[in-house]
């Protein structure tokens, strides 16, 4: 079975100060997908990024960077000198290949920037 | 590209009624769509996946006459909740895929807010 772990239920940080979401993840299958999405107090779910198993290069999208190691099974993704419009629940997720595509979510990271 | 329409946005209703949410992929077609709960403060809860011309797959503990999803098109998934008591309330959101190619990301309609009085 999958499983998504996203210890840090609610995280504070001052506006500019930079913020790290950890998310631990479990799976059996050699092939899987893994993904951060964002969820602002509007409720719907924007998509930031994947990854799959067989790619462990860290990526930088602007102030986002993501930080995959596949030999502690975490996914953590970093947002650099925050702003207010961060201030969103992140929630990691993973996809298994043989689980026709169904997501497993994890609990989700409450940012909120404090101006 | 890969826009999903959730309709509607929120309902509030009387218990006992039926409320018919609609899922829309606008410029793609989903084969498959996935139907999520969302309780306040909590993480989405998978409760079904939708194949266009077959019937949905329930997760483990959702009722299956409790809430019925339709297919119908490669571009509408229908969820709805019957004879819906104050219990269903909850933020119900869907997603599509626009592709077969396995791993890709799903697209999320912008949800719909159930309140039963």
């Known amino acids: 079975a999958q499983k998504v772990t996203q210890a840090q239920t609610e995280i504070s940080v001052v506006e500019k100060e930079d913020v790290t979401l950890d998310c631990v993840y479990e799976?059996?299958?050699?092939?899987?997908?893994l993904f951060w999405y964002k969820q602002p107090p509007s409720g719907e779910l924007v998509f930031l990024i994947r990854r799959n198993s067989f790619d462990e290069q860290n990526e930088i999208s602007g102030r986002y960077s993501w930080n995959f190691q596949k030999s502690t099974s975490s996914f953590n993704f970093t947002i650099t000198a925050s702003q207010v419009v961060d201030s969103a629940v992140y929630f990691c997720a993973l996809s298994e290949a043989g689980g026709n595509n169904r997501l497993a979510f994890g609990k989700g990271n409450q940012v909120v920037v404090i101006p | 590209g890969a826009v999903v329409s959730q309709h509607p946005s929120w309902v509030i209703c009387k218990s006992g009624t039926s409320v018919k949410i609609e899922c829309r992929s606008l410029?793609?077609?989903?084969?498959?769509m996935f139907w999520y709960r969302q309780f306040p403060k909590q993480s989405l809860m998978l409760m079904a996946t939708s194949n266009e011309g077959s019937k949905a797959t329930y997760e483990q503990g959702v009722e299956k006459d409790k809430f019925l999803i339709n297919h119908a098109s490669l571009t509408l998934s229908t969820l709805t909740v019957t004879s819906a008591h104050p219990e269903d309330s909850s933020f119900y959101i869907c997603s599509a895929r626009s592709s077969q190619v396995l791993g890709q990301p799903q697209h999320f309609g912008d949800g719909t807010r159930l309140s039963i009085l």
């Open positions: 410029d793609f077609q989903a084969t498959t």
């Open positions: 799976t059996r299958d050699t092939t899987y997908y």
